[in-house]
């Protein structure tokens, strides 16, 4: 495992079993102060545990959770963690949906709004704090979800297939806007997907997970430069990156 200066995570030793299933032996990892790191594996492979066991909602039978030096093994709320559906509540407008885990972390509901709404602008959803969860478009429902997982903590964000359910092209669309939203941000980010081309141009490292029990196969570098827009998909550099990651699928 590579050590980094800055580093937010460190996750070491994870083992985790469910009865006589062992999903995770021996997964170590780690993230850097605004890095993007991808967990690139089979469906099935352990990915979801680890976010679960990351954010202190579940206990690894072995393993330490470290942030900022220091151990959050099993406690929850230091980290944020968005699944693959936006979970927006449909009864409450769009300004609330977002700036709830302010209110929850018992901030004053109309200086919530009013913090979240600062926001809106960078995440593409400016004139739409009153609108409700169904007059939204898929990628815009998305940009919400990601806006709340952001206000619920800013310095490291677990992000499980975001934008899996999406159509192609507002799935492309939603790269591009990330890449330039996250240069906005002062986030850590740790992103799971069985896209191997969404993992190599979002990513400055990938992980790879072997078949379960999960165990990190290999840590990719990716030396792409940024920012990086719709030409690097095809460049040499990125094919090649790729054809490397599929090898170590084949084997």
């Given amino acids: 495992m590579t050590s980094y200066p800055n580093e937010k ?11 006589d299933n062992l999903v ?11 890095e993007f790191v991808s967990l690139i594996g089979a469906s099935g492979s352990g990915k979801s545990t680890i976010f679960n066991i ?15 030096g220091q151990d959050y093994t099993g406690r929850t709320g230091r980290v944020s963690y968005m699944y693959q559906k936006d979970l927006l509540l449909p009864w409450l407008k769009v300004i609330d949906n ?5 209110v929850i972390r018992g901030e004053d509901k109309k200086k919530a709004r009013e913090k979240a709404a600062g926001y809106f602008e960078t995440f593409g959803l400016d004139g739409f ?21 952001y206000l619920f903590s800013s310095d490291i964000m677990l992000l ?23 240069k906005k941000l002062n986030s850590s980010v740790l992103f799971i997907t069985h896209d191997i081309d969404e993992a190599i141009l979002l990513s400055d490292r990938i992980y790879i997970l072997s078949d379960r029990p999960a165990k990190i196969k290999e840590e990719i570098e990716i030396p792409l430069s940024r920012p990086r827009n719709k030409e690097v998909t095809t460049t040499e550099l990125f094919n090649d990156i790729k054809k490397h990651i599929l090898e170590i699928f084949a084997n």
Avoid at 98 to 102: I, K
Avoid at 137 to 147: V, W
């Fill in 54 to 68: 990351i954010s202190g909602l579940m206990l690894p039978d072995k393993g330490q959770v470290i942030i900022n």
């Fill in 129 to 149: 704090e009153d609108k409700y969860p169904f007059q939204l478009s898929g990628g815009m429902r998305q940009r919400a979800a990601l806006l709340r997982t």
């Fill in 9 to 19: 995570l460190t996750v070491k030793n994870l083992r985790k079993s469910f009865g």
């Fill in 160 to 182: 499980d297939e975001p934008f899996a359910a999406l159509d192609a092209i507002t799935r492309s669309y939603m790269h591009y806007w990330l890449l330039r939203t996250l």
């Fill in 24 to 34: 995770l032996e021996d997964v170590s990892l780690n993230l850097m102060e605004n």
């Fill in 98 to 102: 977002v700036s709830l885990p302010l």
